[in-house]
């Protein structure tokens, strides 16, 4: 009975989302104009106009999709008659002068929020406010035209990803031990290009590079550099030394790196040790996934102190990551990891120990094969397959779809961990066979890499005053709704046959995404309805390359759905935007839907000690579906950078529920 309501719900819920789809003007004029400022500006453009549109990255999609969500959520939270046009033009320029700060800073992301938002201003406001798309295509113009003639062409590239604007964010135990790790880590920078060296080369594109370094008990402070040999002469001139008590504040380095990483790009951590800071592990997770930042781990041997590495492995599954354990002179061969999983890549498939893949005895009568199969599509120039393996007796093999063996490009002596890189690979069903001892762990990720690689981001969708208004909450057992864009090369699919799947943190399917459909207008986005389990989960798109080869991509983060959710109380961009030398409060609005009366502890981090309290805030007795309001009281120095940004992460904790929140915050004269 329960079963058919839900699909009742679902389908109804679908039918009305259906009949609810209208024409975007704003975002429509936006995208457009981007579009076309995109094909000027890209380094392939150059002689190459008179030979039709460039492909563009896969990553300048993703920057849209960020403006698409800020422009969503202003659609539903700013009231249009309410807007006086004065000071709606010197907010106007206030926001324009917000958007610079930010991209000179190179908080990208928050910046293109901050577009969004103003963008549908701007579109409010405009005298250009009558139908005509060609008057609101030139009123995106000009604005457009006005930041880049602010920021420059290449940081302009860079705000909107249309060249990198990936980090290539480092996690460095620095204590005596790590001589010979730090040391392959230089190698692996010395193989790195930057975006002006080969615009082919897809994953090498950083735009800036940091150093998070960790010990016990100092870690930090994170540097940047834009520049690939300040970043090289950094890296040689880390000083190692303390150590020699195990485990290191691993957790709390890892925050401090996460805090300036640009959304979307990779964290890579090498140590040898432990972790002692595990408390701080719900504020990795928050970070990681609010940003899409897959986390990899590198893990080496150390002969004083023995690990245990389980919770780098349950980071790396709640954020789409790795493990591998190497030894600290294999360090230098996962240089083409580091370059791949960069800009460019797209996760196909990936999973962990004998879930997620049919098992079968193996011949020897001592373990366990898994086979676990994959499709590879037309539009990958590279393939990339790491499998890690916790004990040295397990094993692998990589079969082509014409069952071909392919082999591994690396192979650690100690741990038998395999990498196999694949170039121009043949399109169709391939097989990874993993082969281990009876229980024991292993882990496989498949990424695809191309410039304009098929990829997808998605946001959900909450109902707020009778209108759709984007949301980070899932709560289990809720019919929710979302929005799918496929990124990618134009027309690189056949956009009527994609089918879309919630996946568990092993690679099994949790459910199919029952209601999606296809939008009226865009030929790349889809609205889709479906129920939120109770676990952490992750996206899977299927669907046919144009020329009708089957591919899947899944999703960069995961999402771990809660019966407790904690949002800004107020949702306008102008409260993130605070002024050097302020004071003030923020606040937020914290409910749980669990059955019973509970009590709550609330944690927070602060960044740049901005916030006037660090300790706990107990919420006590907090009722089903009642909301509590938290006041969190600031204070900005007037010597904080222009453009510099804080992550404030807050975690509720209470009976059976756990819940988590980032709040972004720039800082910024023209608040």
């Known amino acids: ?26 975002f429509g004029s936006t995208r457009f104009k981007l579009h076309e400022f995109a094909q000027i500006s890209s380094p392939q453009a150059i002689g190459r106009q008179a030979n039709g549109p460039v492909p563009l990255r896969t990553s300048f999609y993703k920057a849209l999709g960020d403006i698409e969500k800020s422009i969503k959520l202003a659609q539903a939270t700013v009231n249009p008659k309410k807007i006086n046009t004065a000071s709606a033009r010197r907010t106007l320029l206030q926001l324009r002068n917000a958007i610079v700060s930010a991209a000179k800073n190179g908080n990208y992301r928050t910046g293109r929020e901050i577009f969004g938002y103003a963008r549908f201003i701007e579109d409010q406001t405009s005298s250009s406010l009558s139908r005509s798309r060609t008057r609101q295509r030139r009123s995106s113009e000009d604005f457009i035209n006005s930041i880049k003639e602010k920021i420059g062409d290449q940081t302009f590239n860079q705000f909107f990803n249309i060249e990198s604007g990936t980090s290539l964010t480092f996690v460095l135990d620095t204590t005596g031990s790590m001589t010979e790790d730090i040391h392959q880590v230089q190698n692996i920078v010395r193989e790195l290009a930057t975006p002006s060296d080969n615009y082919e080369d897809v994953g090498s594109g950083f735009y800036n590079f940091l150093i998070a370094p960790f ?82 781990f590198f893990i080496t041997p150390s002969e004083e102190c023995p690990k245990n590495i389980s919770t780098y492995e ?80 397990g094993s692998s093999y990589l079969l082509t779809p014409e069952k071909n063996l392919v082999y591994p490009t690396f192979v650690s002596v100690t741990t038998n961990m395999r990498l196999y890189e694949v170039l121009e690979p043949q399109s169709g069903e391939w097989t990874l066979k993993a082969i281990t001892d009876v229980g024991d762990r292993f882990t496989y990720k498949v990424n695809s890499v191309s410039p304009t690689n098929i990829d997808f981001d998605f946001y959900f969708l909450k109902d707020y005053r ?43 399917v949790i459910s199919t995404i029952q209601t999606l ?95 006037r309290s660090s300790g706990p805030i107990q919420l006590s007795k907090i009722r089903k579906s009642r909301s509590k309001l938290i006041r969190l009281p600031y204070s900005i120095l007037r010597e904080v950078a222009e453009g510099t940004e804080y992550r404030i992460t807050i975690v509720a904790t209470g009976g059976d529920i756990k819940v988590n929140y980032v709040y972004p915050v720039l800082i910024t004269r023209f608040a």
């Not at 990618?488 to 690679?507: F, Q």
């Not at 939008?519 to 992750?538: A, H």
């Open 314 to 393: 349950d980071l790396a599954k709640e954020t789409s990551g790795q493990v591998l354990s190497l030894t600290k002179e294999e360090i230098g061969d996962m240089k083409n990891i580091v370059k791949s999983v960069g800009i460019g890549s797209a996760e196909v498939t990936s999973g962990s120990e004998s879930r997620g893949s049919s098992r079968v005895r193996d011949k020897r009568g001592t373990g366990d094969t898994h086979d676990i199969t994959f499709v590879c599509d037309d539009t990958v120039t590279k393939l990339l397959v790491a499998v890690s393996f916790r004990t040295p007796t």
């Open 215 to 296: 010990k016990d008990p100092d870690y930090g402070p994170v540097e940047s550099y834009f520049d690939k040999a300040e970043f090289l002469s950094a890296l040689e001139g880390i000083a190692v030394n303390g150590g020699g008590d195990c485990d290191e504040l691993v957790l709390k380095g890892m925050i401090e790196g996460l805090e300036l990483t640009e959304a979307y790009s990779p964290v890579f951590v090498f140590t040898d040790a432990g972790t002692k800071d595990k408390y701080e592990y719900d504020n990795v997770v928050s970070l990681s996934q609010s940003l899409y930042s897959p986390l990899y």
């Open 517 to 611: 459909t296809l939008s009226d207008e865009l030929n790349y986005q889809y609205d889709g309805v479906f129920i939120v389990p109770t676990e952490t989960f992750k996206l899977m798109l299927y669907g046919e390359t144009r020329d009708g080869y089957p591919f899947t991509r899944t999703s960069q983060g995961t999402v771990t759905p809660s019966y407790g959710t904690i949002e800004s109380f107020d949702s306008s961009m102008s409260k993130r935007l605070v002024k050097p030398g302020s004071r003030g409060s923020f606040y937020f609005k914290f409910e749980h839907y669990s059955d019973t009366t509970t009590d709550f502890l609330l944690t927070f981090t602060n960044p740049g000690n901005i916030l």
């Open 1 to 26: 009975m329960k079963l058919c309501c839900a699909v009742l719900v679902l389908c109804w819920v679908g039918c009305c989302y259906a009949g609810r789809r209208k024409d975007d003007n704003t």
């Open 466 to 508: 009778g209108r759709d208004i984007p949301t980070d909450n899932a709560i289990p057992g809720e019919v929710m709704k979302l929005k799918l864009n496929i990124l990618g090369k134009e027309n690189s699919i056949r956009a009527n046959l994609s089918e879309l799947y919630l996946m568990d943190v092993h690679g099994n």
